[in-house]
């Protein structure tokens, strides 16, 4: 369960002040697929930079599973970071010159997950990605299509809570990009993680079951697509 | 981050950036391959001098004077004695200046034999003798001493005693005196005849002698002291070893009764006589340091001046350290040099990576661990720096070895370069850690990085 409570951020002092975001507010349940969709310079990254902690808000503030994130020290943050949440960027950020494997791995070091079982699972997340054959190539040597698949193996080899994706598709072309977007909600039913997607893309956000709208930093629209069970319900 | 993931992971970004971090490296190579190579020749000659002075003199001995310039090592004193009547004057040094010493007196010389932790005096013969000569041979100038056991100078034929002293009427011969005395071979002397002559000193100047000769008619300029002729059979014949502190010829050893005898012979009438410059005393159990340093702490309190072999072997390596110092410093100096090398890789290496350093930092790695990775890749600089600057020494110097030892003349089973493992492991691991030191500010840099700004994709 993730809430964010009135956040506002502020860049600039007084008089060139600018609002990025101002008093937003959501709930997030677990498991859930959530879409902050928006124009560039809306402010939906800076909200979900907010919402990993990454950033801090100038008011406000979230609270993961009952945690506030503003009240943690950065040590603590850090952690709750490595262990609970992961991230896919646009441009992938995959190393070049380490291998598929090496890639997949970080995480896990970060984390300082010990043990036998750490290769097992670098294995099992490359396989969930079908990359399994590639381990020991160089990321450098993916097509940009597979170089996502690799950052998504990297985003799930930690059995986060919390997946973050920021325009996932957005350097991908339309086909290569709906195969990451199929990926993405398979992950999201099989690991039961909370994917919040940034995205100006109004197909993929239709997807989502919350569908978060930003303008000029202020919620435009706040749209929960109906479970089956309540259109089940709605129809009776 | 545990440390062994940070380690190897610091260790690949390197690979993945071959020629820049070997390059870096090189830098400390140069400091590393000098600091090797200066160690190196510290130790061989540190080694050296140990032998040379514990072939040289008996390690439970003390050398025992009266004057202090006895224990004067190193750099000659400049401050002026008083004048002493009772002191003899005599000539020392081979820059012809003439010093005033007190000696040794046969007084001093029961006293030291008296005191209980002392097990034997020795006194130190300078013999004056005149020539050295065979029948029907030319006659050559020498210098002769009484034969130390403590010695052992190296035979060229004939064997030592094998304990105390060689015999009455008996010489060590040095071997460039066997072709010159007309002997065949170093073998064919042992055993023959060989004689040494001394001679008495003009006694106040021999003014007496002088006028008496006028009194009986003979011209003073063709009178001779008094001079006798003493014979000697060869007992064995010595070379020059590696390790022995000559000045000049090596002399030949006679026995210390011998000894005693010439320099009576010689001194006889002068102030000199019976009186000795220094005199080696033999302490009791002096192969414990503790013993050595009291013996020397209660002679010195009796106004004795001495000096033991350890201090003797100090006068000599404090020459070797200040050299040592000296080149080290230009090793150091370099490494210094190759620090800034370090930094600015490093720094290098931190704004190519913005991306990586971002994305670890967005995954929850720390700051502590982050500054980690990069000061520890900056140590990997170090230890390849350190290995390829200690394995370039160890290549150039092992092979230069033995040409080294024959150039300097340092003798057989000398080296001037002796490679320790132990130091080059430690020389590396100091290596490493300046690099380590020197890759803090980058690692810095990277730490502090803001994730939000290193992962801004335009």
């Known amino acids: 369960m993730i809430e964010v409570a009135n956040i506002t951020k502020t860049y600039g002092k007084k008089d060139s002040a600018f ?3 101002d008093d937003i507010s959501l709930s997030i349940k677990d498991g859930a697929t959530v879409a902050i969709i928006g124009k560039s310079g809306s402010g939906k990254s800076t ?29 603590q943050i850090d952690a709750f970071r490595a262990e609970q949440m992961s991230f896919i960027f646009q441009a992938f950020f995959v190393e070049g010159n380490q291998t598929c494997y090496q890639n997949v791995m970080l995480p896990l070091e970060i984390a300082e997950v010990r043990g036998r079982d750490r290769k097992q699972r670098v294995m099992d997340a490359l396989a969930a990605v079908d990359l399994s054959e590639k381990a020991n190539s160089r990321a450098r040597n993916l097509s940009g299509g597979q170089k996502q698949r690799l950052a998504i193996a990297r985003a799930i080899v930690n059995r986060p809570k919390l997946i973050f994706a920021d325009e996932p598709t957005g350097n991908l072309d339309s086909a290569t990009g709906d195969k990451i977007i199929d990926l993405l909600f398979s992950i999201n039913k099989t690991l039961g993680s909370t994917l919040v997607i940034v995205t100006h893309d109004d197909e993929l956000a239709a997807r989502c079951k919350i569908q978060v709208r930003l303008k000029d930093g202020k919620i435009d629209s706040l749209v929960t697509k109906p479970t089956r069970k309540t259109v089940a319900r709605a129809k009776k | 981050m545990r440390i062994q993931d940070t380690i190897r992971r610091s260790g690949r970004s390197l690979r993945s950036a071959k020629l820049r971090t070997v390059l870096t490296s090189l830098a ?14 510290g130790n061989g000659i540190r080694e050296y001098t140990d032998r040379l002075v514990t072939s040289n003199f008996d390690s439970s001995e003390l050398i025992v004077g009266r004057d202090k310039e006895v224990s004067n090592t190193g750099a000659p004193s400049t401050e002026p004695k008083e004048y002493d009547e009772s002191v003899t004057s005599m000539a020392i040094g081979g820059d012809g200046s003439s010093l005033q010493i007190k000696q040794v007196t046969p007084e001093d010389i029961t006293e030291l034999k008296s005191l209980p932790y002392i097990e034997e005096v020795r006194e130190n013969y300078q013999l004056a003798a005149r020539y050295i000569t065979r029948e029907g041979q030319k006659r050559f100038t020498l210098s002769a001493t009484a034969y130390n056991p403590a010695q052992k100078p190296e035979l060229a034929a004939g064997t030592l005693p094998k304990t105390g002293d060689i015999a009455d009427n008996q010489v060590m011969l040095p071997e460039g005196y066997v072709k010159a005395l007309g002997f065949k071979s170093d073998k064919d002397a042992l055993g023959k005849k060989i004689s040494i002559n001394i001679q008495k000193p003009f006694v106040d100047g021999g003014g007496e002698q002088v006028l008496a000769a006028i009194r009986n008619g003979v011209d003073p300029r063709t009178l001779q002291p008094e001079s006798q002729m003493r014979t000697f059979t060869i007992a064995a014949i010595t070379k020059k070893a590696a390790t022995s502190i000559n000045f000049g010829t090596l002399p030949v050893l006679v026995s210390t009764n011998d000894a005693k005898q010439m320099y009576d012979y010689t001194t006889e009438g002068t102030p000199s006589y019976d009186k000795y410059t220094y005199v080696y005393v033999r302490v009791k159990d002096g192969e414990k340091q503790a013993s050595i340093d009291a013996a020397q702490a209660d002679l010195k309190a009796k106004k004795y001046f001495t000096m033991s072999s350890k201090e003797i072997q100090q006068s000599i390596t404090q020459i070797v350290n200040i050299l040592q110092a000296l080149v080290g410093v230009f090793g150091l100096i370099t490494v210094i040099a190759s620090v800034f090398g370090i930094v600015n890789t490093q720094y290098i290496s931190v704004l190519e990576r913005i991306r990586e350093i971002g994305l670890m930092k967005a995954l929850g790695m720390r700051k502590r661990d982050l500054r980690r990775l990069f000061m520890l890749e900056a140590g990997w600089i170090g230890f390849l720096g350190g290995a390829i600057g200690s394995a370039g020494a160890l290549l150039v110097g092992i092979p230069l070895n033995p040409w080294i030892t024959k150039k300097l003349d340092l003798g057989e089973g000398n080296s001037l370069l002796i490679f320790r493992p132990s130091q080059i492991a430690a020389l590396i691991v100091g290596l490493m850690i300046v690099a380590i030191l020197a890759g803090y500010l980058p690692a810095r840099k990277a730490a502090k990085m803001d994730p939000i700004e290193a992962l801004r994709t335009e």
């Open chain 1, 19 to 21: 609002t990025a975001l």
């Open chain 1, 47 to 75: 909200l979900m930079h907010i919402m990993s902690g990454l950033d801090t808000p100038s008011d406000g503030h979230v609270t993961v599973d009952g945690t506030v994130l503003q009240q943690m020290k950065p040590k």
């Open chain 2, 28 to 41: 400390i190579a140069v400091g590393g391959f000098t600091l090797t190579i200066t160690l190196a020749a």
